[in-house]
């Protein structure tokens, strides 16, 4: 089986893109695209959406820097346990590095395998993508020739001291989860590729499971029901030739025959645009989401950034033709990206509307207070008006003990009046 796989992470940065991508190594370069090339990606994608993939760094923020390193390097991890521990090879011959407005960026690590041992590509990668074993032993080369350079990339762009290098904690590549996302590429070959457990297969790659664990006679295989329902909903079949899966943490394709161009389409294509895009938008909902929680103090300013994230970065349609339609559709609904968007927009209504009462409330106390100096007023007028015609120090021996009880006698019937109407404003 020929194997290819993005093993993908994503973090914080201090400044922004451009600024960031000024503090890169450099060993890391620029990907860059002719005015032909973008206008050849113009004919399937719209040119919003391919000026967002490609238009690199600027100041304006406004689109993703793509940023690659070579390394031709191979490693080895130690994939079992106990007595049956084995060495597996992988090679990694580059490294992406998207940087993406509102401070945030996106690695991408492309492994390749090429072994007629399924069980190694499986072990290998839920060991990779575990990025909280990254300290154990048997992970060395990994982390040395995968993982170094990001952090390397890590530090420059966000002006962490080296000296520290030793300390680094690798679950800092990965801001919302506990593992790497995974995007992979299985190619089976034709014979492969009709026998009857092409599902189970494609079930077994895209949960990193051990190979032939699906077959329903184990303690660990999956039920016949859940099986069933899974490839029904989260599987993506147009051509005779592959079959997709989506799931949360890996999105899956395998393959049958598979030429050079259609392996170019999906990791330029499929995983370079469709699915590095998605991915950032449900990163970053869900840090938005975070801080609206956490960040009190600046809702007001979240929520015109979430306002301006929309606009300059969420695309309703992206492509003329349906399949990368369909595919975008599936991603974001496998990385339950629109459930990030309603929890956001729920937050914010609660927010708005917390707004709109506590400002009633400050209106209402200000127009209380005016009604009582309106009373005060009114009711000095009435004491006026009551001595001209009846003047108190005729009829009660004092002007100074008739204005205290008719102000008293008229102040008792407005706040009588007052209570009145609270508690059938109340009953109602």
């Not at 020739?145 to 952090?151: E, R």
Request: charged share 25%; net charge negative; hydrophobic share 35%.
């Amino acid at each position: 089986m020929k194997y290819i796989g993005y093993l993908c992470g994503v973090f914080s940065l201090k400044d922004n893109a451009f600024v960031s991508a000024g503090r890169l190594g450099s060993d890391w370069k620029p990907s860059e695209y002719s005015k032909e090339t973008i206008c050849g990606y113009e004919q399937y994608y719209f040119p919003d959406f391919v000026h967002f993939c490609f238009g690199g760094c600027s100041k304006e923020d406004n689109a993703v820097g793509r940023y690659s390193l070579k390394t031709e390097g191979e490693f080895h991890v130690s994939v079992g346990c106990r007595e049956k521990v084995r060495s597996v090879g992988v090679r990694t011959p580059e490294i992406l590095l998207f940087l993406f407005p509102f401070k945030m960026a996106q690695f991408a690590i492309r492994i390749e395998l090429d072994t007629d041992n399924d069980d190694d590509i499986t072990a290998a990668v839920a060991v990779m993508r575990n990025i909280n074993r990254c300290k154990n032993g048997g992970l060395e080369e990994y982390c040395e020739t995968a993982l170094s350079p990001i952090v390397e990339a890590f530090r420059s762009m966000n002006m962490e001291s080296p000296a520290e290098d030793a300390k680094f904690d690798y679950r800092r590549l990965v801001e919302n989860g506990n593992k790497l996302k995974i995007f992979q590429i299985a190619c089976l070959g034709k014979d492969r590729w009709s026998s009857d457990n092409v599902d189970q297969l494609l079930f077994e790659i895209g949960t990193t499971a051990p190979i032939g664990s699906s077959d329903g006679k184990s303690v660990d295989s999956p039920s016949e029901t859940f099986f069933k329902e899974m490839m029904s909903r989260d599987t993506l079949s147009v051509y005779n030739n592959w079959k997709a899966l989506f799931l949360f943490d890996t999105t899956t394709i395998i393959c049958g025959d598979c030429p050079e161009w259609l392996l170019k389409n999906w990791t330029e294509d499929y995983f370079g645009m469709i699915y590095i895009c998605q991915l950032y938008r449900r990163n970053y909902l869900f840090r938005l989401n975070r801080r609206f929680r956490f960040e009190r103090e600046n809702v007001g300013c979240l929520e015109n950034e979430s306002v301006d994230f929309e606009r300059r970065c969420c695309f309703h349609n992206i492509s003329y033709n349906f399949l990368p339609e369909m595919f975008n559709n599936r991603v974001e609904s496998s990385l339950k990206t629109e459930e990030e968007k309603e929890s956001l927009y729920h937050m914010i209504s609660q927010e708005q509307a917390n707004r709109e009462k506590k400002a009633e409330n400050r209106m209402n106390n200000l127009l209380f207070f005016m009604t009582c100096l309106t009373m005060v007023s009114a009711i000095w007028d009435t004491c006026c008006l009551i001595n001209g015609i009846i003047p108190f120090g005729i009829s009660m021996g004092s002007e100074i003990i008739g204005y205290r009880l008719t102000a008293s006698i008229l102040t008792a019937i407005v706040l009588l009046a007052l209570l009145i109407y609270r508690i059938r404003s109340k009953s109602k």
